[in-house]
């Protein structure tokens, strides 16, 4: 037993530049639970061969956690899940579990997972990336068995360090205002560096359409692992809603 994460303890894979990632994971923990971070690292000039090396590099990563008791590996990063594919991605995780002996969850399938449970097939998309990495978003949402019925972007070309992490909780706010009445019948913010929870939170309190995102829908699918009442489609809607850390987020935001 590890005395912080009595319920469970989680070994989380993040891209090496995110800021989001370890701070909304903090606040999705209920209590009992917690994790351990490894960053994905790669000295590639692109975008696109950075998303490729930390795909390649999953397993290898996943061995920084060394004989920590983790039950779950996290991987939190959607962008290699797309450039990548279904099957590839579907064939490197079960490699993956294989060689560890626990789940291994990338965060794209955990937002399809959760989908399904929602019983949501007509998807919007809030996108904080560029619009080729958007289409390919797309394509793996489609391949998915889901319907893309809506795109809202969020995309700053013009940002002080990083297009996708230096965006505020604001521009993601005003993206999903613009796309939640759509017909469909869930919004997914995408991408694990876009900060999404204050704009969760503040939907939840105006609509009954469900809002997650790549974030919450990967901490939810983590906990799940330990808690398998977590997939009953009413215990996902109010968890992915903000019940269990809507209070963490008051507390880890107040000024």
Known sequence: MVEYARKGLIGLLTPQANTTVEPEFSILMPPGYAFLNARLVSDKPTIESRLGDYFNDMGDTATQFANAPVGVYAFACTGASYL???????????????????????????????????????????????????????????????????????????????????????????????????????????????????PILAHASASALPVLSCMSALAWRSLAVFDPALKQAEAARRYLAGEGWREHYVQATAV
């Open 84 to 198: 990548q594919g279904i099957a590839r991605e579907r064939a490197a995780v079960e490699a993956i579990e294989a060689a560890r002996g626990h789940p291994f969850v990338t965060a794209g399938r955990a937002v399809a997972d959760a989908l399904t449970v929602l019983g949501a097939r007509r998807i919007g998309l809030v996108s904080p990336y560029p619009p080729d990495l958007t289409e390919a978003s797309k394509t793996y949402w489609q391949g998915h068995g889901l319907v893309v019925a809506a795109v809202s972007s969020a995309f700053n070309a013009a940002s002080d360090f990083h297009p996708i992490y230096s965006l505020a909780a604001e521009a993601a706010g005003s993206a999903l205002s613009d796309i939640a009445g759509k017909p469909v019948d869930a919004v997914v913010m995408l991408g694990t560096g876009m900060p999404t929870l204050g």
